[in-house]
Every structure is written in structure tokens, then in C-alpha cells.
């Protein structure tokens, strides 16, 4: 085992609380910037076009699910996790399902590496300790044997994209450890798909157990925090945790991707409140949840902020367009259109976070206050901190989610501003149009008005000037061939207003017979390489009832 770091102060639970809520704004810049740095590196090593700037952000390679495995249900071994439980915790899930995923070999790794943070019942830290392989396993049998020796344990695990994975994700657990874990503390099954990184968009996990009195005996609460930047952070974050009233022991079980700055501030966080000297009592069961909950929320900032700024330039832009201040532009305003359209896909990402996130956290205040009516009237003030935090983030992100719906209104309203200045700018172009062709009518008119003036007599004195008629000698004489002028002037005209009435079945049987050309000549090719087993036959049949179609349709035409 390799010890991390060490806090030998004891564990003092008022001033800890008040220390958890009053982090320096130098720590939380730092970890602004590095969650900014992590989320760049990793969207360049995915291959994403990434800046936390100006950029929008945007995957280029597939979506997470299409690389998901389906899951082939294996027969229920009931001597196996999670048949194993007790029998209220087994009855509601799905036991051959999460079985069959954890029998999964590539979901697991092939080390074991995890973190591990406990408080003891003196109320000191024991700070952060990494496990590897079998160290894991002496721990969950250590723990087992003694399972009132600590207060409070936080296992930290992790997991990275992998493919021939169920999840297309794979945890640093190796299987037997995972299972061992899994029996030792009764985690619930609940928690198996999220262990695995499925990402999950449904209700947070609550379960009660009671005693024979019908008093709270243990509690277990299991949510996935929503993912803000779905573009960049791919590995979702996981957290478990069960209360056990007997023992008054408090286990989490902490999921997430590697390098995931959101748990590894939150990490420094739960180590810097533990080591603070606070009042004897111990610590509230929700306190980590609720930094891990705070720490996520806290990562939605830089995205908001830059959707609102990307927003309010596009806002200055059409204001700038519809005061005049800017010639309109079709490609300009093109490109204005498609930016508003990727705001208004991204404010819905985030209304959709911000819908999740809330329901995580006010389940989780439920869960609170449903542990902390079941508690000692002596620990209900110590309770109230986190509490009152705790409704004070569901009003928080109440909040935001009343501003992002503020941004999609402002970009409705945009964008049918920018509807109707191209609607105008089409009015106007369609009013040159108009009067192009009104010009052009009147020029048309003209001529037809001076071809009436002079046809009449230029096809007179073309006539009497044919050498059908003689004029010579003061009489008109007419020779006996002027019935020749009337057999080609009639037939010539009849057939040029059949083709004028057939012009357009022309063009189209010309089109046709373009296209049965070039499929016989694709005819030919595909003869010229048939092999003597007479594979490759239904392409050529294909493509001779294709010609035969297209004689059919000449035929019609004709």
C-alpha cells in the first residue's frame, strides 16, 4: 500500500462542514483552469475540435453507444452476486441481466488500482491510500472482520473508453475483485450498469431497509452526475453510498474517467474537510455527496458561460442587421442562422443537464431528510448544514435552468428576426424581378404592336412577289405551278406545330434512351467478365430488367 497523503488532526464535524462551504476562490480558480487544460488535452487526443475560447466544440469520430455491446443473458447462478443478497434487496432487479454484465471479462482490467479514504472513530483522516491487486482484497476482508472500526470509507474508482465492452467502458477493478466488493458491502444492484459506465438518464437509486420495529436499519443512495460537456468528458461519474444504522459505518463507492478534475478537486475537498479540528460528533453520512453533487455543478459554469457570450454575439450581429448598421448578406446570414440553430442544440443539451442534475439532488436532499428524521435528536442540528446546502443547490439550479430558458427565448426571438429579414430581402428581390419582366412585358408589347403594323403587308408583298405572279404588261397573269407554294407551306407548318405540341415527350425519350445506353454498355462489361460457374448472374439479370424497363418506357413514350 502506498500512502498519498497523511492529516493527523482530529475530525471536529461543525467547522468541517463550514470548511467544506467556504473554499478559497484560489483553490477553485486553480481547479477551473485545470478541469479547462484536461478538457483540451483530451478532446485533442479524441481527435475533437476543442477550445475553451471562441471554438465550439464538436466529437468527430462515432457516438459512445454505437460502440456498445449487447448483453447475452446468461442462466442465473444463484451461488454469484447479486443473487446473493439479502432477499429485499435481490427481488427488484433484474439478477440474471447484471450477472451476465459482470460476467463480461473486457469490462473489467487486468490490475486492480483504487483509491481509498477512511475516517476513523477517533475522527481522524487516515488520508488516501492506493490499492493494487490483492491489497484490495486484504482490505475488503480487513473491513469484513472489523466492520465498526472507522466511521466513514470512500473507495475511488476509475475507468477508461475500451471497445468489446458491454458499456464501451472498462473499470480498474479486475473481475473477482469487482464481485468481492460488490458482495462485502451489499451494494445494490442498482449500482452494477452504473459501475460499468452505462450512461444512465433515469431516476437516482433509493433504498431503505427496516428493522422489525419498522426503524430505519440502512439506507442506500446511488446517482450519475450529468455530463455538462458531453463533447469532451465521454466516462460518466458514478457515486454510491450505503448507511448502515448499525454499525454506523458510511461507504461510498466513486466511479469516474480517468484524470476527471471534477472528483479530483472534489477529492481535496472531502481530504480538506476531514482534517479541520471541528465538535466531537460524527460526520453527516451526505456530506460527500453533496461535494462531489456541488463540484459537478460547478463545472456547468465555464460551459454556460461561453454559450451565453456565443449568444450575445450572435444577438449583436442580427441587431446590427436589423438597425441597418449591416448590408445584408445571404451567405452571412446563412452562417448567422447555423450558429443560432448549434446555440439553441446546445442550450437544450444543457436545459437537459441542468433537468437531470436537479432531480439527482433533490432526491438526494429526500434521501437526507429521511435519514435525518430517523437519527438521534442530538445529531439533527449537526444535519442541518448540509441540508439546508442541499436545497439551497436544487434552488441554484432551478435557477439556471430558468436562464438557459431565458437564452433559447432570446434565440427564438433572433432568429425569427433573421426568418424575416431574408423573407424581406426576398420581397425585395422578388419586386426587381416583377419589374424586370414589366419592363421586359412593355418592350414585348411594342414589338407585337409594330410586327401587327407590318406583317400584314410584308407577308402581302412577299406573296405577290413570288414568281407564281406576273405583273408585267399592266395585267397580273398567275402561272399554273402556284398549287406548289401550297403543298410545302401547309405540310411544313403542320409539322412544326407538332413538334412544337411534342417537344417536350422528345426530351424526355431522349433522356430515357441516354440512360438504356449507358446500361448496355454496363451490360456488355459485366458479360465480358462472367467466369465459367456463371457466378455474378443476378447482377446481370439485375441489369437487363433494368434495360427491358427502360425499353418499356420508350415504347410508352413513343
Same mark, same amino acid.
Given at each position: 500500500?502506498?500512502?498519498?497523503?497523511?492529516?493527523?488532526?482530529?475530525?471536529?464535524?461543525?467547522?468541517?462542514?463550514?470548511? /467544506?462551504?467556504?473554499?478559497?476562490?484560489?483553490?477553485?480558480?486553480?481547479?477551473?483552469?485545470?478541469?479547462?487544460?484536461?478538457?483540451?488535452?483530451?478532446?485533442?487526443?479524441?481527435?475533437?475540435?476543442?477550445?475553451?475560447?471562441?471554438?465550439?466544440?464538436?466529437?468527430?469520430?462515432?457516438?459512445?453507444?454505437?460502440?456498445?455491446?449487447?448483453?447475452?443473458?446468461?442462466?442465473?447462478?444463484?451461488?454469484?452476486?447479486?443473487?446473493?443478497?439479502?432477499?429485499?434487496?435481490?427481488?427488484?432487479?433484474?439478477?440474471?441481466?447484471?450477472?451476465?454484465?459482470?460476467?463480461?471479462?473486457?469490462?473489467?482490467?487486468?490490475?486492480?488500482?483504487?483509491?481509498?479514504?477512511?475516517?476513523?472513530?477517533?475522527?481522524?483522516?487516515?488520508?488516501?491510500?492506493?490499492?493494487?491487486?490483492?491489497?484490495?482484497?486484504?482490505?475488503?476482508?480487513?473491513?469484513?472482520?472489523?466492520?465498526?472500526?472507522?466511521?466513514?470509507?470512500?473507495?475511488?474508482?476509475?475507468?477508461?473508453?475500451?471497445?468489446?465492452?458491454?458499456?464501451?467502458?472498462?473499470? @480498474?477493478?479486475?473481475?473477482?475483485?469487482?464481485?468481492?466488493?460488490?458482495? *462485502?458491502?451489499?451494494?445494490?444492484?442498482?449500482?452494477?450498469?452504473?459501475?460499468?459506465?452505462?450512461?444512465?438518464? +433515469?431516476?437516482?437509486?433509493?433504498?431503505?431497509?427496516?428493522?422489525?420495529?419498522?426503524?430505519?436499519?440502512?439506507?442506500?443512495?446511488?446517482?450519475?452526475?450529468?455530463?455538462?460537456?458531453?463533447? /469532451?468528458?465521454?466516462?460518466?461519474?458514478?457515486?454510491?453510498?450505503?448507511?448502515?444504522?448499525?454499525?454506523?459505518?458510511?461507504?461510498?463507492?466513486?466511479?469516474?474517467?480517468?484524470?476527471?478534475?471534477?472528483?479530483?478537486?472534489?477529492?481535496?475537498?472531502?481530504?480538506?474537510?476531514?482534517?479541520?479540528?471541528?465538535?466531537?460528533?460524527?460526520?453527516?453520512?451526505?456530506?460527500?455527496? $453533496?461535494?462531489?453533487?456541488?463540484?459537478?455543478?460547478?463545472?456547468?459554469?465555464?460551459?454556460?458561460?461561453?454559450?451565453?457570450?456565443?449568444?450575445?454575439?450572435?444577438?449583436?450581429?442580427?441587431? *446590427?442587421?436589423?438597425?441597418?448598421?449591416?448590408?445584408?448578406?445571404? /451567405?452571412?446570414?446563412?452562417?448567422?442562422?447555423?450558429?443560432? $440553430?448549434?446555440?439553441?442544440?446546445?442550450?437544450?443539451?444543457?436545459?437537459?443537464?441542468?433537468?437531470?442534475?436537479?432531480?439527482?439532488?433533490?432526491?438526494?436532499?429526500?434521501? $437526507?431528510?429521511?435519514?435525518?428524521?430517523?437519527?438521534?435528536?442530538?445529531?439533527?442540528?449537526?444535519?442541518?448544514?448540509?441540508?439546508?446546502?442541499?436545497?439551497?443547490?436544487?434552488?441554484?439550479?432551478? *435557477?439556471?435552468?430558468?436562464?438557459?430558458?431565458?437564452?433559447?427565448?432570446?434565440?427564438?426571438?433572433?432568429?425569427?428576426?433573421?426568418?424575416?429579414?431574408?423573407?424581406?430581402?426576398?420581397?425585395?428581390?422578388?419586386?426587381?424581378?416583377?419589374?424586370?419582366?414589366?419592363?421586359?412585358?412593355?418592350? =414585348?408589347?411594342?414589338?407585337? *404592336? !409594330?410586327? =401587327?403594323?407590318?406583317?400584314?403587308?410584308?407577308?402581302?408583298?412577299?406573296?405577290?412577289? =413570288?414568281?407564281?405572279?406576273?405583273?408585267?404588261?399592266?395585267?397580273?397573269?398567275?402561272?399554273?405551278?402556284?398549287?406548289?407554294?401550297?403543298?410545302?407551306?401547309?405540310?411544313?407548318?403542320?409539322?412544326?406545330?407538332?413538334?412544337?405540341?411534342?417537344?417536350?415527350?422528345?426530351?424526355?425519350?431522349?433522356?430515357?434512351? +441516354?440512360?438504356?445506353?449507358?446500361? +448496355?454498355?454496363?451490360?456488355?462489361?459485366?458479360?465480358?467478365?462472367?467466369?465459367?460457374?456463371?457466378?455474378?448472374?443476378?447482377?446481370?439479370?439485375?441489369? @437487363?430488367? +433494368?434495360?427491358?424497363? !427502360?425499353?418499356?418506357?420508350?415504347?410508352?413514350?413513343?
Amino acid at each position: 500500500m502506498e500512502s498519498l497523503s497523511q492529516s493527523s488532526e482530529p475530525l471536529r464535524m461543525l467547522s468541517t462542514e463550514k470548511a /467544506v462551504f467556504s473554499r478559497s476562490s484560489t483553490h477553485r480558480e486553480q481547479g477551473r483552469d485545470e478541469i479547462e487544460k484536461v478538457s483540451n488535452e483530451t478532446a485533442a487526443g479524441l481527435g475533437f475540435v476543442c477550445n475553451m475560447g471562441d471554438e465550439i466544440v464538436r466529437p468527430t469520430k462515432q457516438r459512445l453507444a454505437s460502440e456498445y455491446e449487447d448483453v447475452p443473458r446468461t442462466p442465473l447462478n444463484r451461488d454469484q452476486y447479486p443473487s446473493t443478497l439479502p432477499a429485499g434487496s435481490r427481488s427488484a432487479h433484474d439478477l440474471a441481466y447484471y450477472q451476465s454484465i459482470l460476467n463480461h471479462e473486457h469490462n473489467f482490467a487486468s490490475r486492480t488500482i483504487c483509491d481509498v479514504f477512511e475516517v476513523g472513530l477517533d475522527g481522524k483522516p487516515n488520508g488516501l491510500t492506493r490499492l493494487h491487486d490483492d491489497a484490495l482484497q486484504d482490505y475488503i476482508k480487513k473491513s469484513v472482520e472489523c466492520s465498526t472500526a472507522i466511521l466513514m470509507r470512500i473507495i475511488y474508482l476509475t475507468s477508461i473508453r475500451a471497445k468489446n465492452t458491454t458499456f464501451a467502458s472498462q473499470i @480498474s477493478l479486475q473481475k473477482g475483485h469487482a464481485q468481492e466488493l460488490l458482495q *462485502a458491502f451489499q451494494v445494490s444492484a442498482h449500482f452494477v450498469s452504473l459501475l460499468l459506465g452505462e450512461p444512465d438518464y +433515469g431516476a437516482p437509486g433509493l433504498h431503505h431497509s427496516l428493522d422489525s420495529q419498522g426503524k430505519l436499519q440502512r439506507q442506500e443512495y446511488m446517482c450519475q452526475h450529468p455530463r455538462w460537456d458531453s463533447h /469532451v468528458k465521454l466516462q460518466p461519474c458514478s457515486v454510491y453510498m450505503s448507511v448502515d444504522r448499525t454499525t454506523n459505518v458510511t461507504t461510498y463507492i466513486v466511479m469516474s474517467g480517468e484524470d476527471d478534475r471534477c472528483i479530483e478537486i472534489a477529492k481535496k475537498r472531502i481530504e480538506d474537510a476531514f482534517s479541520l479540528p471541528t465538535v466531537e460528533q460524527p460526520p453527516d453520512p451526505f456530506l460527500v455527496h $453533496h461535494i462531489i453533487a456541488h463540484e459537478s455543478f460547478l463545472q456547468s459554469k465555464p460551459i454556460i458561460t461561453k454559450l451565453r457570450h456565443r449568444l450575445y454575439d450572435a444577438l449583436d450581429n442580427v441587431d *446590427a442587421y436589423g438597425k441597418g448598421e449591416k448590408s445584408l448578406d445571404r /451567405v452571412a446570414l446563412r452562417a448567422l442562422t447555423n450558429e443560432l $440553430h448549434l446555440i439553441s442544440q446546445d442550450a437544450d443539451s444543457l436545459v437537459s443537464s441542468t433537468e437531470m442534475g436537479t432531480m439527482v439532488v433533490e432526491r438526494m436532499s429526500a434521501a $437526507h431528510k429521511t435519514l435525518k428524521e430517523a437519527s438521534d435528536a442530538t445529531l439533527q442540528n449537526a444535519f442541518s448544514l448540509v441540508g439546508d446546502s442541499l436545497e439551497q443547490h436544487v434552488q441554484t439550479l432551478h *435557477a439556471r435552468r430558468r436562464w438557459l430558458l431565458s437564452y433559447k427565448s432570446r434565440k427564438d426571438i433572433a432568429m425569427n428576426l433573421v426568418f424575416n429579414l431574408v423573407t424581406q430581402q426576398d420581397s425585395e428581390t422578388n419586386m426587381s424581378i416583377a419589374q424586370a419582366t414589366k419592363n421586359d412585358s412593355a418592350a =414585348m408589347k411594342t414589338i407585337a *404592336a !409594330l410586327t =401587327m403594323v407590318f406583317l400584314p403587308a410584308t407577308a402581302i408583298s412577299s406573296f405577290f412577289g =413570288m414568281a407564281f405572279f406576273n405583273g408585267q404588261g399592266g395585267s397580273l397573269t398567275v402561272t399554273s405551278n402556284w398549287w406548289i407554294f401550297l403543298a410545302t407551306t401547309v405540310p411544313m407548318t403542320l409539322i412544326l406545330f407538332l413538334i412544337w405540341l411534342k417537344w417536350p415527350d422528345i426530351l424526355n425519350a431522349l433522356e430515357v434512351i +441516354g440512360r438504356s445506353t449507358h446500361a +448496355g454498355w454496363k451490360l456488355v462489361r459485366l458479360r465480358s467478365k462472367i467466369p465459367d460457374d456463371g457466378s455474378d448472374r443476378t447482377r446481370v439479370d439485375s441489369t @437487363s430488367s +433494368g434495360i427491358s424497363s !427502360l425499353e418499356k418506357d420508350v415504347s410508352k413514350i413513343v
